[in-house]
């Protein structure tokens, strides 16, 4: 079945940076795009960014664009979000998803707080 699993959050004071990691399983990860959605309390999931299966073409939510970047390695079926001049309302957690055989997959999520 497919599987993801997201690591690599956790609390950074603003300006700092963070890489997340996200571990595909049950399905050709190279065959699909993959995306990064957050959800910060009380609001509703956003995406992120979204990168294609061969990771040429990717896209950003505004407020995103020059700080994070999106990137995959599809030997090692991985997904990753670096990033970098945090604010503290990047605060949210963090998910990996790909839509697969007409349903939407999400993993656990991983927990970004930023904070002084």
């Known amino acids: 079945q497919v599987q993801l699993v997201e690591s690599g959050g956790g609390s950074v004071q603003p300006g700092g940076s963070l890489r997340l990691s996200c571990a595909a399983s049950?399905?050709?990860?190279?065959?699909?795009?993959m995306n990064w959605y957050r959800q910060a309390p009380g609001k509703e999931r956003e995406l992120v960014a979204r990168?294609?299966?061969?990771?040429?073409?990717?896209t950003y939510a505004d407020s995103m664009k020059g700080r994070f970047t999106i990137s995959r390695d599809n030997a090692k079926k991985t997904l990753y979000l670096q990033m970098n001049s945090l604010k503290p309302e990047d605060t949210a957690v963090y998910y990996c998803?790909?839509?697969?055989?007409?349903?939407?997959?999400w993993g656990q999520g991983t927990q970004v707080t930023v904070s002084s």
């Open positions: 998803n790909v839509w697969w055989a007409g349903t939407d997959y």
């Open positions: 049950g399905f050709t990860f190279s065959a699909y795009a």
């Open positions: 990168i294609s299966s061969n990771g040429l073409t990717t």
